[in-house]
């Protein structure tokens, strides 16, 4: 009867809420960095390319970090799955053009979020994104900084 119990129980509630907590930051310092990187990368003196593409990783990282905060059980392997999932669909939602989605587009969180104009590099600059929020993930659980309790 214990057994069944202890069975029904969510494994280490505490640990995942703190996971969830901690991918939650680390999704916040990203997307203030992507946002600094695109309205300071110019002025700064950063090239077309790395404004871009930043842009794009750092997206992405985001994520992998946001699908890691509300599917904590998940394997890191898993989460980079899911997130590449979205962000393919996302990118290949830009050939879908209807009247009210083109305006979403045109605003600065249309922009942001779903981006304008379709490109294969930006499937391959979310990769490295993912491969990026895998590693930050990775390093966060190593450092001791959280109870992680999935492996990679």
């Not at 404004?51 to 890691?68: D, E, I, N, P, Q």
């Not at 989460?79 to 045109?106: C, G, K, N, Q």
């Not at 104009?117 to 190593?142: Q, T």
């Amino acid at each position: 009867m214990e057994r069944a119990l202890r069975a029904a129980q969510p494994d280490r509630p505490v640990a995942l809420l703190r996971t969830s907590l901690i991918r939650a930051t680390l999704s916040l310092a990203v997307i203030v960095c992507g946002l600094t990187l695109r309205w300071y990368g110019f002025p700064l003196g950063l090239s077309a390319f790395v404004v871009k593409y930043g842009g794009s990783l750092l997206w992405a990282t985001m994520v992998f970090l946001l699908v890691g905060v509300l599917l904590p059980r998940l394997s890191r392997s898993q989460l980079a799955a899911i997130a590449m999932m979205i962000t393919a669909a996302v990118e290949f939602s830009r050939l879908v053009h209807t009247p009210w989605l083109d305006a979403f587009r045109l605003t600065t969180a249309g922009a942001l979020l779903l981006g304008r104009i379709f490109s294969l590099w930006n499937l391959v600059a979310y990769a490295v994104g993912i491969a990026f929020g895998v590693w930050i993930d990775r390093l966060v659980a190593m450092c001791g900084l959280v109870g992680w309790t999935k492996a990679p």
